[in-house]
C-alpha cells in the first residue's frame, strides 16, 4: 500500500486495512477523522514515528505548543500555524511506509 492508497481507504470509512504498523494506522485514523483513537494509539508508539504522528495530530487539534514538543522529540521541524496539514500528512505517510527514498529516519 502507498500513501495515495492509504489516503484513499481512510476517506473511504470502516476500518484500517490489516498489516498497517501502529504508526500507520494511527495515521489512517487520524485522516479518516478519528481523532481520539488516532491519539491514543500514536502514544504507545515509540521513537520518532509516534512523536512525529503525534506532533501531527496536535497541529490538526490546533494545540500548536503541544505539537511543538513532540516535533522535538521527532527531530523534526515544526510546520507553522495550521498551513499544509495534508500535505504534511502524505509526507509522513510516504516517509513512515518506505517511499521517500534518502528520507533521513531518525534515531530518536
Known amino acids: 500500500m502507498n500513501a495515495k492508497e492509504l489516503a484513499t481507504s481512510a ?7 490489516a498489516g498497517l504498523t501502529d504508526s500507520v494506522k494511527a495515521l489512517w485514523l487520524a485522516r479518516a477523522g478519528r481523532w481520539g483513537e488516532a491519539h491514543d494509539l500514536c502514544q504507545k508508539v515509540e521513537g520518532y514515528e509516534g512523536a ?5 495530530l496536535h ?5 500548536l505548543s503541544n505539537a511543538g514538543y513532540w516535533y522535538e522529540q521527532a527531530g523534526k521541524p515544526q510546520p507553522a500555524g ?4 495534508g500535505e504534511e500528512w502524505l509526507e509522513i505517510a510516504e516517509v513512515l511506509l518506505g517511499e521517500l527514498e534518502g528520507s533521513p529516519r531518525p534515531s530518536r
Open 11 to 17: 476517506s473511504s470509512g470502516g476500518n484500517p486495512p
Open 52 to 56: 512525529w504522528v503525534h506532533a501531527h
Open 59 to 63: 497541529r490538526v487539534e490546533g494545540d
Open 82 to 85: 495550521q498551513s499544509m496539514l
